[in-house]
């Protein structure tokens, strides 16, 4: 396919082909109107030397067919898969947004809270795509879209995985040579762990700005990755806290069996981090001012006996000084650590009120510094914000006896779920469904059910039901028309049977006559059935064609040509 081959053409009587962009050694991307849903899509087409292929075309619907099951909403979505006989192509979700790598190159090296807002959208999904068995094996900041609610969505599953099947089939290497992982540059299959690599690689540039490996060749930046040695990321930018550095470094090791063994492994730990920076306390050190340099000037010859004299004086005063000086400091500090705890009541506090506080409020707070110890753990409480303490123990106003490691307090935070209704998608094509769903922040898994009365590609019903709660990021399950179920009937015997009775009897079954053929038979009569194309018996979907042979009699002096059942 030529690129703008299809512009400004009908494509299937539906797609209205606007404009080209994008294009790649497999497809080219067309940004087109939907015309029966009067929306903007981006359709990507398979070129003709690639469809003339018949391994790849049978492997881009297979993957086609795949992807189209993916429905997540950090993944660009595809509404429709169609091979025909103007094009093969992808019906997807048309972005309005920039690259992530657009947005590093306007930016620099992002702040770690921006590189763990994005590598967290981009694992949730990997894993989603890797539970459905699909391998990205291209990741990189170019393949994911920034939208302009800050939000991210990956994109090229399907034509990435096709084209680097073929290459690994070949035994080249794989994937884009900066963000290859080590085994897809030895030209070995990729899986899960591939993805995760390179996500790595594309974490490791937005933390510091680089890339972890240069050359002047693809090959010399291949031979990098399997070896694996980079300059850790907090020595070129040492603000980069320890554990998301370690997150990023276990995520790109070049030995495969030391990398996160998915991406929903890679987040659980992305999310620990997140809950961990959200508790800590932020401790700001100041610097000690600079110390003034004095300058002495030199004493006279004839002042400096008398100056000597006068310094022997003052050190001896000086030194007694110091020593009273220790002394009244010592029994300063007994009294205080030591001797007045013996001779007074331990000093009691009453617990206050933190529920419904933001925790980091509650543990910067400098009434408490000292006095309490507080220690965190977290719930999915979807009626509190992010950060709340929705309990703590002690109790509210208990009385406690302080020491000096401060009264330990246990707080139970808020991660801030949220919930979400379950719209109402009963009655709409399950592609628009998806797409509502997934506005709403719900993941979607679409199955099929026969109906009888819902028009084949319609919702039927979901479940959870509309109108129910739910928290968001969670599953939705579609249920639409597969079409009219298949019904069966059970074939009777038609063997001697008239040709007319036997043509009544195929059509009360609700089957349907194809054609007689008439043969010499000697142990049936004139116009009897001997043969039927179905046998009794055999349980066949209604409409079914049954063909039939009938008897001309005993054999006469010319032979009838043999009978095609299937013929006319």
Known sequence: MENGKLLNTLLDDRYQ???????????????????????????????????????????????SQAIAKLSHPNIVAVYDVSSSPT????????????????????????SWKEALHFSSQIARALAHAHSKGIIHRDIKPQNVMILKDANIKVA????????????????????????????????????????????????????????????????????KHIAGEYTPPREIKPDIPEELERITMKA???DIDKRYSCAGD?????????????????????????????????????????????????????????????????????????????????????????????????????????????????????D????????????????????????????????????????????????????????????VELEKEASNTVTEGYVIRTSPAAGETLAAGSTVYVVYSSGPEVQYVTMKNLVGMTESDARHSISTMGLSFGTTSYVYNENYEEGQVVWQSVNAGES??????????VSKGPKGAEESP???????
């Not at 929306?39 to 690639?50: F, N, T």
């Not at 206050?352 to 753990?377: A, C, M, T």
């Open 266 to 382: 890679l987040l659980k730990d992305l999310e620990a981090f997140r809950q961990k920076m959200l508790a800590q306390e932020t401790i700001s050190s100041q610097e000690e001012p600079p110390v003034k340099p004095v300058t002495v000037k030199e004493p006279s010859e004839e002042k400096y006996e008398r100056r000597r004299a006068r310094a022997r004086k003052v050190s001896m005063l000086s030194g007694v000084f110091g020593v009273l000086l220790v002394i009244v400091a010592l029994c300063v500090f007994l009294w205080n650590f030591w001797i007045a705890d013996l001779f007074r009541e331990p000093e009691r506090v009453e617990i206050p009120d933190f529920i419904g506080r933001q925790y980091e409020e509650v543990v910067n707070d400098s009434d408490y510094q000292g006095l309490f110890h507080f220690e965190v753990s977290y719930t999915i409480d979807p």
């Open 87 to 110: 094009a093969d192509y992808i019906v997807m979700e048309l972005i309005e947004g920039i690259t992530l790598k657009q947005y590093m190159l306007r930016r620099g090296a992002l």
């Open 540 to 549: 066949v979907e209604t409409g079914t064609k049954v063909y039939l042979q």
């Open 156 to 223: 090229d599953f399907g034509i990435a995985s096709l084209e680097n099947r073929k290459r690994e089939a070949e035994g080249q290497a794989v994937g884009t040579v900066h963000y290859i992982a080590p085994e897809q540059a030895k030209g070995y299959p990729a899986d899960a762990r591939s993805d995760v690599y390179s996500l790595g690689v594309v974490m490791y540039e937005m933390l510091t700005g680089v890339l972890p490996y240069e050359g002047q060749t693809p090959q010399e930046v291949a031979i």
């Open 384 to 443: 509190s914000r992010e950060g709340e303490i929705v309990a703590q123990s002690p109790d509210v106003g208990k009385s406690m006896v302080a020491d000096t490691d401060g009264i330990s307090v246990k707080l139970t935070v808020s991660t801030g779920v949220m919930t979400q209704e379950i719209p109402d998608v009963t009655n709409m094509t399950y592609q628009d469904a998806n797409l509502a769903l997934q506005k709403v922040n719900f993941v």
């Open 252 to 254: 790109m090791n070049a």
């Open 17 to 63: 082909m606007l404009e080209v962009i994008g294009s790649g050694g497999m497809a080219v991307i067309y940004k087109a109107l939907d015309t029966r849903l009067n929306r903007y899509v981006a359709i990507k087409v398979l070129r003709d030397e690639i469809a003339a292929d018949p391994e790849l075309h049978a492997d881009f619907n297979n993957e």
């Open 562 to 568: 043999s009978p095609n059942p299937a013929g006319d």
